[in-house]
């Protein structure tokens, strides 16, 4: 069975850090690109973050550049996300994607995990 598998998120305060996991089953994730999306409450999913194949990475945009990094761990079948210098603004629900040849877009994926919430207080 496919499946994407996120955790690792929860209630951490401003200014605090988390790292979140994707973990992959039924798939050799190595032969995907993984992307990290987020969904604010009341707002539309965003994109974050992009690991391609060959372990390059882009940003899809300006939100939570500079505090986030992205990497894969291709034995453990995982990639991960840090997210450093979190603010009130951050929480939302922080989702995997994956795609086969490139980046995934929000209407261009193969695989969307459930998701994992990060909440952050003031």
């Known amino acids: 069975q496919v499946q994407l598998v996120e955790s690792g998120g929860g209630l951490v305060q401003a200014g605090g850090s988390l790292k979140l996991s994707c973990a992959a089953s039924?798939?050799?994730?190595?032969?995907?690109?993984i992307g990290w999306f987020r969904q604010a409450p009341g707002k539309g999913r965003e994109g974050i973050l992009c690991i391609r194949r060959s372990g390059s990475t882009s940003s899809y945009g300006d939100s939570m550049k500079g505090r986030v990094t992205i990497s894969r761990d291709n034995v453990k079948n995982t990639v991960y996300l840090r997210m450093n210098s979190l603010t009130p603004e951050d929480t939302a629900v922080y989702y995997c994607?994956?795609?086969?040849?490139?980046?995934?877009?929000?209407?261009?994926?193969?695989?969307w995990g459930q998701g994992t919430q990060v909440t952050v207080s003031l």
């Open positions: 039924g798939f050799a994730l190595e032969s995907y690109a």
């Open positions: 994607v994956t795609r086969r040849y490139a980046c995934p877009l929000q209407d261009q994926y193969d695989y």
